[in-house]
């Protein structure tokens, strides 16, 4: 088995990359540890869809959506081969704001928000990729240990 003790750099995706650091002390099938958003703040856009007269969907604009969220995060994972889960929570509360032609629609805030990660292990073990989630969102995200780097604190 692999031993992931160390730091990982990477991204996940969610409308474009978004930068992860992920430092990891693996012991025997599981490991913990912490990571950094490098983008607490993200911003997106999604269809505002509505009917019309006739009973029609149709698209009436877009929803400008603006997340902030901790930058630290605990991590706790399991290992089995070359697969590896981990869930991720935020240490924190997370802040969603949904606009509308220039005027907020929705504030919604949720503590210590969990993401679970599933991901395979590269044939060197030096790169993990997967997807992540949140309920039912998610996307893709790849990792790269990183070599000989310094270890920096939370």
Not at 57 to 76: A, K, N, Q
Not at 131 to 146: C, K, N, P, T, Y
Request: aromatic share 10%.
């Amino acid at each position: 088995m692999t031993n992931l003790s160390g730091t990982w750099r990477g991204h996940y995706e969610q409308d474009g990359p978004h930068g992860i650091e992920l430092h990891i002390e693996h012991r025997g099938e599981v490991f913990v540890g912490w990571m950094r958003d490098l983008d607490p703040l993200t911003m997106g856009t999604c269809p505002r869809k509505v009917f019309d007269e006739h009973g029609d969907e149709v698209v009436d604009g877009e929803f400008d959506i603006v997340s902030s969220f901790p930058e630290t995060s605990l991590v706790e994972g399991v290992v089995e081969g070359d697969d590896v889960r981990f869930l991720k929570q935020y240490q924190g509360t997370q802040h969603f704001e949904v606009w509308h032609r220039g005027h907020a629609v929705q504030r919604v805030e949720a503590d210590n928000v969990r993401v679970v990660y599933e991901g395979i292990l590269d044939a060197t073990g030096d790169v993990l990729t997967g997807r992540w989630r949140i309920q039912q969102a998610g996307d893709a995200f790849e990792l790269r240990r990183v070599r000989d780097a310094d270890q920096p604190t939370p």
